[in-house]
């Protein structure tokens, strides 16, 4: 989980996009103008997860105008604007996820973050692959081991959304903010067969104001 600077113009998100990509990216040439997958990967430390590349794109270009942002969408290449396209994250409310997010769907989410991984009442179980000799197998993980778990409001409403964000990352702050990521599904009682639950896992957030 990454916290982002949008870019304040188009000179500064060329100077940062348009960057020739790895080295080899051979045919990926520097200040061309034209944005690649490859750039816009090797920016954000990316490799080829296409949703989490348009969630950072999203938030990069979120404070340019309507027309820089046009100026910005209109230099990807024919690959990455049909991933853009393909991609594009939902923008929501906390109060909105459950009728409108479905699980491994991309968004966007304004709200105020409140840490409840001390609190005993939220038990959850993620699936998660363990290597037995050469064969994965998964097995229900307390949530609150590898996450940090919050509860996102928006103060329109008293529904609350569950986000998480693997421990390694420091916490959100508790202040309104956007956070990107996508929606998955936990399982509510150890013994189910068929995830119950879902919550939002977040890669980025933003500062609002």
Request: negative net charge; aromatic residues 10%; glycine residues 6%.
């Amino acid at each position: 989980m990454t916290k982002i600077e949008p870019f304040k113009s188009v000179d500064e998100a060329l100077e940062a996009l348009d960057n020739g990509g790895r080295f080899y990216n051979i045919f990926t040439k520097a200040d061309d103008g034209k944005i690649t997958a490859a750039e816009l990967g090797k920016f954000g430390g990316i490799f080829g997860d296409k949703q989490k590349m348009i969630l950072l794109l999203d938030l990069l270009i979120s404070e340019l105008s309507e027309e820089e942002k046009k100026d910005i969408l209109n230099r990807l290449d024919e690959d990455l604007a049909n991933d853009y396209h393909e991609n594009r994250p939902q923008i929501l409310l906390p109060s909105d996820a459950e009728e409108f997010s479905m699980a491994s769907t991309a968004a966007i989410i304004s709200g105020t973050p409140h840490n409840i991984n001390a609190e005993s009442a939220f038990v959850a179980y993620l699936m998660t692959p363990i290597m037995v000799g050469e064969v994965a197998t998964f097995v229900p993980i307390v949530m609150t081991a590898s996450h940090n778990i919050y509860e996102l409001s928006d103060h329109q409403s008293d529904k609350k959304l569950v986000i998480a964000h693997e421990k390694k990352f420091d916490r959100l702050p508790e202040k309104r903010i956007k956070v990107a990521g996508i929606f998955r599904s936990y399982l509510i009682e150890k013994e189910e067969t068929d995830p119950s639950g879902k919550f939002f896992e977040v890669y980025y957030f933003q500062e609002i104001g």
